[in-house]
Structure formats: structure tokens, C-alpha cells
């Protein structure tokens, strides 16, 4: 079994920035790939960025450029540092850890992005 728990989430105004933690611990392989989702109100849950034990990097279009995913592979840890958010970064973010074949997730941080 793998534990993941998300820090950082809350309410910032347009255009401000956060930066969202996750630790994973229990059984965790050292091949694997660990990931933000969103799910904004009423919408599906959906990727936003990922990022494989060798390195290699994913973005979903909408915050390339804005957002950066970082991971300390000795802690098992992932940021999601978010810059210039927008009305429609909007959403509970969950962590994803896909390791020996399974797939994990937090209980989602509430991101807010209002005035």
C-alpha cells in the first residue's frame, strides 16, 4: 500500500502563486511516475503534470509555462509550483503515484483562485 498527502492548497488571487507538496510512503518502487490531477467544479478529473522517476516531464497545454513540477525522489515527495494563476486554475488538486502497476491518490487540496 502507498500513502500520498498533499500540502499547500488554498485561496490566492489572479495572477498569484502556490505551491502544492505531496509525500508518498509505504511501498514504492524506485520506477515510478508521480503526478498532479485537477478536478475543477463539476468537470472530470484531469492531468496536469507528471513526472517519471528518470526525469522526463509532462504538461497539460494550459499551464506550460506557469506551472513547474519538482520532485525529491530520497523523500518521495512532489511540488506542483503554480505562477500567474488564472480564474480557471480553479479546482481540487490530487496526487497520483503509479508504481508495480497500481495507481495511488491523496484526498485532493482545494485550490481557489478568486479575488
Known amino acids: 500500500q502507498v500513502q500520498l ?3 499547500g492548497g488554498g485561496l490566492v488571487q489572479p ?3 502556490l505551491r502544492l507538496s505531496c509525500a508518498a510512503s509505504g511501498s514504492i518502487f ?4 508521480m ?6 467544479p463539476g468537470k472530470e478529473r484531469r492531468l496536469v503534470a507528471s513526472m ?7 504538461y497539460v ?3 506550460k509555462g506557469r506551472f513547474t513540477i519538482s520532485r525529491d525522489y530520497a523523500k518521495n ?4 509550483q503554480m505562477n500567474s494563476l488564472k480564474f480557471e486554475d480553479t479546482a481540487v488538486y490530487y496526487c497520483n503515484i503509479k508504481t508495480l502497476g497500481k495507481s495511488y491518490w491523496g484526498k485532493g487540496t ?3 483562485v478568486s479575488f
Open 15 to 17: 495572477g498569484g502563486s
Open 52 to 58: 517519471t522517476s528518470g526525469g522526463t516531464t509532462m
Open 35 to 40: 503526478g498532479w490531477y485537477r478536478q475543477p
Open 30 to 33: 524506485r520506477r515510478n511516475d
Open 77 to 80: 515527495m512532489v511540488d506542483l
Open 110 to 112: 482545494l485550490v481557489t
Open 5 to 7: 498527502v498533499e500540502s
Open 61 to 63: 497545454d494550459s499551464v
